[in-house]
């Protein structure tokens, strides 16, 4: 099964930046489409961007809330997912996740279609005003 691990979660002030990043291992040739989810306390987790590939390009998709902020991107040599989060909100607080789908999902609607493979176990980021 793949594994995802997280990490760069911090605390950060508002208008900040913070870049996140997933560490994919074991199967990676298994992994089509990832993407990144987040959850605070007390709220449903919300998907927050995504990132597949059309032809061999990278397509993206992102949640209205983080558009223009935030930059999902890949290094499909280093299996590696990062998050690019600027101009930082303190309604960005949570606890980010990372996963993978199958191979054919495409990104859509922030997230991926098909088969979800994997999830890391989070990390935080706490953004105060």
């Known amino acids: 099964q793949v594994r995802l691990v997280e990490s760069g979660g911090h605390s950060a002030q508002a208008g900040g930046s913070l870049r996140l990043s997933c560490a994919a291992s074991?199967?990676?040739?298994?992994?089509?489409?990832m993407g990144w989810f987040r959850q605070a306390p007390g709220k449903e987790r919300e998907a927050v961007a995504g990132?597949?590939?059309?032809?061999?390009?990278?397509?993206?998709s992102y949640a209205d809330s983080v558009k223009g902020r935030f930059t999902i991107s890949r290094d499909h040599a280093k299996n590696t997912l990062s998050l690019q989060m600027n101009n930082l909100k303190p309604e960005d607080s949570a606890k980010y996740y990372c996963a993978a789908w199958a191979p054919l999902a495409s990104a859509v609607d922030a997230s991926c279609d098909g088969d979800l493979e994997a999830w890391g176990q989070g990390t935080l980021v706490t953004v105060s005003s």
């Open positions: 990132i597949g590939q059309d032809d061999g390009e990278d397509m993206t």
């Open positions: 074991e199967y990676t040739g298994s992994i089509g489409c």
